[in-house]
C-alpha cells in the first residue's frame, strides 16, 4: 500500500477517525492492528517474521534485565545479523564464493535462477534494514543504560510497526517514540497548528514523491538503463547529479509524509534531510543526509570502534568500517559495497586534510566556491557506485566523466531532469531557511486551499502509475 494511493488515503482516514473517536486506552491496540494490516498488504507471510523478531528481541531483552548476563545480549544481537544476513545477504555471499573458488553455480543469478525454479528462492522481506537497525538500537541502548523505562510487549510491538515510518525510517530510537507510545492514551486531538504543519508535509511529500522524484525517474531511464559511454562527459555529471536530486526528493517524500501522517495521530516524527546538496563537503553531506541513519552508524558502529578518540590511522580504519557496514546495509551488492568503502576513504582524506588546517567552510567567497566544486569532483564519482546496475556500468560512467567527450545528441526529455533538479533546489531552501518560510504560514488559511487545489490540478496533468519508494527495496 504506497502511501500516494487513493487505498492509503482511505485507510489512515479510517484509522485517524477511529483512532480519535474510541477511548484512548483501546488505541494503542487500534494502531498496533492498523500497522500490522498495513504491512500485511505487502505481504502476509512476512508480517509473521516481524512479529517473531520483534517478539524474540522482547523476551530476551527481558531475560537480559533479570540476569544482567552479557552473553544473552550477544547471543540476541548475533541472531539479529544472522536473521538480516540470511534473508539479505545470502546469494551475495555465495556469489563472492563462486567468483573465490571459481564455482559458476554459486553465482548469484544461476544460483537464483535455481532456487527460483524449484520454489525456494530467498526472498527479502519488506523493510528487514530499518526495524532490524531500530530494534537493535533499542536491545543496545538497554544494555549500555542509555533507556532505562520499562515497557510491555505491546508497546514495543507498536514502537517497531508503527506504520508511518515502519517501512523506510525515519530511524527512530526508543528514547523518541516509545515515551510519545506511552503517553498516547492522554494525546489530544490535533490543534489547528498541528494541522496545517501536517498538512504542508503531506503536500509537500506527495509534491516530492510524484511531481519530482517520479518524473525525475523516468528521465534517468536512458542514462541508469544504457551505456554510459555514450552519452557526453557533462551529461555523465548533470545525470548523477539527477540521481541524487530523485533520491533526495523520493526519501524526503517518504519522512515529509511519515512526519504528516504521525502528526496527525499524535506523533512527533523528526527531520531526515537538511539540505544535503548545499553540502560544502562530504563530511557536511553527512551532517545533512539521511540523519536518522547517519547518528545510527554514529553511536552504534563508528564510536564503538573507537572513533577519533583513537590514533589518526586507527580514526581512518573505522571510518572505512563503517561506511563499508553502511554499504552493505543499503544494498547486497558489489557495487553498495564500494560506495560504502569510497565514502568511508574519502571522509578519511577529508579528515586527513581538516587536520592539518584546511578550512571545511573558507571565509573567502572565492574559497567557498571552490570547495564545493571540489566536493562534488569528488563526491559524484563515489556516488555513481550508488546508482550504478553493475560494477562495469559504474567503472564505464566514472571513465565518461573524466573523458572530456562533449559530443553528443542530448536525449528529448533531459529539460525533465533539469526542471527537476530545480524544483528539489527549491525544497532545500526551505530545508536550509526554514525561518523565512515560516513567516508564510500566518497566510495557511488561503495557502492551504491554493496549494491543496493546485497539487490536484497538477497530479491529473503529470503524475503517472504509482511506483514504490526507492528505499523500499532496502
Known amino acids: 500500500m504506497l502511501f500516494v494511493t487513493q487505498e492509503f488515503l482511505l485507510f489512515f482516514i479510517v484509522v485517524a477517525l477511529v483512532y480519535w473517536l474510541i477511548p484512548g486506552r483501546f488505541r494503542m ?5 492498523s500497522s500490522l494490516f498495513f504491512y500485511a498488504t505487502w505481504s502476509f507471510v512476512f508480517t509473521f517474521h516481524l512479529l517473531f ?17 552479557k552473553w544473552i545480549f550477544v547471543s540476541l544481537q548475533i541472531g539479529n545479523v544472522a536473521n538480516i544476513g540470511v534473508f539479505k545477504y545470502y546469494y551475495l555471499i555465495l556469489d563472492f564464493l563462486g567468483i573465490l573458488f571459481n564455482q559458476d553455480w554459486l553465482r548469484e543469478e544461476s544460483l537464483r535462477m535455481h532456487d527460483r525454479l524449484q520454489g525456494q528462492e530467498i526472498l527479502l522481506p519488506l523493510a528487514i534494514s530499518f526495524y532490524t537497525f531500530q530494534i537493535m538500537s533499542y536491545g543496545i541502548d538497554i544494555y549500555r543504560g542509555q533507556y532505562t523505562n520499562q515497557h510491555s510487549f505491546k508497546e514495543v510491538l507498536l514502537f517497531k510497526s508503527f506504520f508511518p515510518q515502519l517501512i523506510a525510517g525515519p530511524i527512530m530510537r526508543s ?3 516509545l515515551p510519545q507510545i506511552q503517553k498516547m492514551s492522554e494525546f489530544s486531538s490535533p490543534t489547528s497548528e498541528q494541522t496545517e504543519r501536517a498538512t504542508w508535509l503531506i503536500i509537500a511529500g506527495i509534491v516530492k514523491k510524484m511531481l519530482i522524484a517520479d518524473q525525475i525517474t523516468g528521465a534517468l531511464i536512458p542514462f541508469l538503463h544504457g551505456d554510459p559511454a555514450s552519452f557526453p562527459s557533462h551529461l555523465v555529471w548533470i545525470y548523477t547529479i539527477g ?35 548545499f553540502m560544502h563537503s562530504v563530511s557536511d553531506f553527512w551532517r545533512r543526509w539521511h540523519l536518522t541513519f547517519s547518528r545510527w552508524i554514529r553511536d552504534y558502529i563508528y564510536i564503538p570502534l573507537g572513533g ?11 571510518l572505512t568500517i563503517t561506511f563499508f557496514i553502511g554499504g552493505l546495509w543499503h544494498g547486497a551488492s558489489y557495487t553498495f559495497v564500494l560506495w560504502g568503502i569510497l ?16 578550512q571545511e567552510w573558507p571565509d573567502a567567497l572565492g574559497g567557498r566556491i571552490l570547495r564545493i566544486v571540489l566536493s562534488y569532483i569528488i563526491f559524484l564519482p563515489s556516488t555513481v557506485f550508488f546508482f550504478g ?13 573524466f573523458s572530456f567527450q562533449f559530443s553528443g545528441e542530448v536525449p528529448e526529455n533531459f529539460n525533465i531532469l533539469g526542471y527537476g533538479i530545480l524544483a528539489a533546489l527549491f525544497f532545500h531552501l526551505i530545508d536550509e531557511w526554514p525561518e523565512f518560510f515560516v513567516k508564510l504560514r500566518k497566510h495557511d488559511r488561503w495557502l492551504l486551499p491554493v ?22 527495496q532496502f
Not at 517478539?55 to 544482567?68: A, D, Q, S, T
Not at 577519533?308 to 573505522?318: K, T
Not at 565514502?343 to 584546511?358: C, D, H, M, Q, V
Not at 546496475?389 to 566523466?401: F, I, R, S, T
Request: include cysteine; proline fraction near 3%; aromatic fraction near 16%.
Open 308 to 318: 577519533s578518540h583513537v590514533p589518526e590511522y586507527r580514526n581512518y580504519i573505522n
Open 451 to 472: 496549494g491543496g487545489v493546485a497539487l490536484i490540478l497538477a497530479m491529473t496533468q503529470f503524475a503517472g502509475p504509482g511506483k514504490d519508494f526507492f528505499y523500499f
Open 175 to 177: 528514547s523518541e517514540l
Open 243 to 277: 540521481c541524487l536530486a530523485m533520491l533526495y526528493a523520493d526519501f524526503s517524500a517518504y519522512t515529509d509524509l511519515a512526519r504528516g501522517t504521525g502528526l496527525l495521530l499524535g506523533f512527533e516524527i523528526p527531520m531526515n534531510f537538511k539540505a544535503p546538496l
Open 343 to 358: 565514502t568511508g576513504l574519502i571522509l578519511s582524506a577529508e579528515s586527513f586534510a581538516f587536520r592539518r588546517g584546511w
Open 53 to 69: 523478531v520483534v517478539g524474540m528481541n522482547y523476551v530476551v531483552m527481558e531475560l537480559y534485565k533479570i540476569h544482567r548476563k
Open 29 to 33: 491496540y487500534w494502531l498496533i492492528l
Open 389 to 401: 546496475k553493475g560494477l562495469d556500468w559504474c567503472g564505464a560512467a566514472v571513465l565518461q566523466m
